[in-house]
């Protein structure tokens, strides 16, 4: 996702512990993830990759190496630069599995970013309603999983759509007027599609609704009521944006209730840094962003713990962390219209710091 300030930031008090979790919430982080997406066009312009002590290594190596065991990549349709297009896919994929990490494969349904502030369509699909959009939806889903099972890297789980708070494919898939009906007949034949391709692939619904328990109810109850099925719950929490970690702990518990499915946190994130790589503004600024967390290396890592640690309390079974790898590569812009023209806003969002070594206070922990 392009970030920007979709939400207003919130204030935040010191974290808090959350030891006394009932046991019904206790559970192990088995999806010890990282959102990779942007890896592939850093390493094609020469980005190197240092692990905690120093060593330079295979970037998935070193990941793996901090506790990872599973990659996240978005698929765009025809985005102009190429990468993120399918072709780019399958090679991550490949590299993937060849180091024994599981594959989440992130549907945009775009050509660009897609996130709670647009969701634009991609330009071949620009002139369907809703009955070919759907057709497009099962179609481009089923062609994808089947290509990346061809190869022998059946994705393990699949996000069908990236942070749809307010729908998909817009206009024709957003909710509007509290009516879900469009967009869950997207999400059917999405589903239908994974399916169809590998009925053990599991089908992530995701949103950017960490921040209340009202927004994704709102959401999760609305889908539900026209009959749409998923897997595992998806929600993206930055504690600039979504809140405290007491109010993660209580979203978290709520959707793994109320919904009696596995709750991922698909992305999460914070800085190691408030100074800037490069002309492209910074997501986030800030020398401390969220109280108690100052933007320092030490500051990201124990952050990172903590959000882990409040999922895992809270019976959470996945926490992914977005872009660790995608530092200042001049080239790897964040438009895929303009790629090489544009900067990175999320250099000092990464684990590895402007010359590609790792944070040694991150890990990821079951």
């Known amino acids: 996702m392009r970030r920007t300030a979709y939400l207003a930031a919130v204030a935040l008090g010191a974290a808090v512990a959350l030891t006394n979790a009932s046991p019904a919430g206790a559970a192990t982080i088995s999806m010890r993830g990282a959102d990779v997406s942007s890896l592939q ?9 240092y692990n905690a002590s120093g060593t330079p290594a295979d970037p998935l190596d070193i990941l793996k190496g901090a506790g990872v065991n599973y990659v996240r990549l978005r698929v765009w349709n025809n985005p102009a630069s190429g990468y993120n297009n399918l072709a780019k896919v399958l ?4 590299a993937a599995k060849a180091k024994g990490l599981q594959l989440m494969i992130d549907f945009h349904y775009s050509d660009t970013w897609a996130d709670p502030g647009k969701q634009y369509k991609p330009a071949a699909w ?39 708070n307010v729908g998909m494919l817009w206009n024709d898939g957003k909710v509007v007027n509290n009516d879900f009906t469009n967009l869950s007949l997207l999400l059917k034949s999405g589903y ?9 692939t599991s089908v992530i619904i995701h949103t950017a609704d960490a921040d209340s328990d009202a927004h994704a109810r709102w959401f999760y109850d609305g889908i539900r009521a026209k009959g749409v099925a998923w897997d595992i719950t998806g ?25 009696g499915k596995p709750v991922v946190l698909a992305e999460t994130a914070y800085p190691f840094t408030a100074a800037d790589a490069d002309s ?32 895992r309390s809270a019976g959470a079974v996945g926490v992914f962390y977005w872009e660790p790898t995608w530092y200042a590569i001049p080239g790897n812009g964040w ?21 590609g070594h790792l944070n040694p206070n991150v890990s990821w922990k079951p």
């Open 335 to 355: 438009d895929p219209a303009n790629i090489n023209g544009t900067g990175n806003q999320w250099d000092n969002m990464t684990l590895f710091d402007w010359t």
């Open 192 to 200: 239908t599609a994974t399916k169809a391709c590998n009925s053990g």
């Open 91 to 94: 090679v991550q994929a490949r």
């Open 41 to 49: 066009r850093s390493l094609d312009l020469g980005a190197r990759y």
């Open 235 to 259: 929600l993206s929490y930055y504690c600039m944006w979504h809140g405290t970690l007491a109010n993660l702990s209580a979203v978290i518990n709520d959707v793994r209730t109320r919904y």
């Open 126 to 164: 620009a002139s369907h309603g809703i009955g070919q959009l759907q057709t497009d939806v099962y179609n481009y889903t089923l062609s994808v999983c089947n290509a990346l099972k061809a190869q022998g890297t059946t994705p393990d789980s699949v996000q069908i759509g990236n942070e749809i």
């Open 280 to 311: 492209e503004p910074n997501a986030i600024g800030g020398s401390a962003p969220c109280s108690g967390y100052p933007a320092t290396w030490q500051g990201q890592g124990a952050e990172f713990t903590a959000v882990q640690n409040t999922a």
